[in-house]
């Protein structure tokens, strides 16, 4: 029975064929960053038109000017 030889010296054994790979939860980390970066883009680009829209509704005086 050669699985009760393995029992035990899993340290002795070279690195497993999967240490090259990502592990899933370190994938599903980098997952987030990434989509983390791509929401706080487009959010910072929101509040810039908000912003501009802001600005221009304050200098002209809300949405009905009183110049026609």
Known sequence: MAF?????????????TYSTRESA????????????????????RQGQAWEDGERQRQDHGGRRSWRR
């Open 4 to 16: 009760f030889g393995l029992i035990g010296n899993d340290r002795q054994m070279p690195g497993s």
């Open 25 to 44: 939860s370190d994938k599903a980390s980098r997952k987030r960053r990434e989509n983390h970066r791509r929401t706080l883009m487009a959010t910072a």
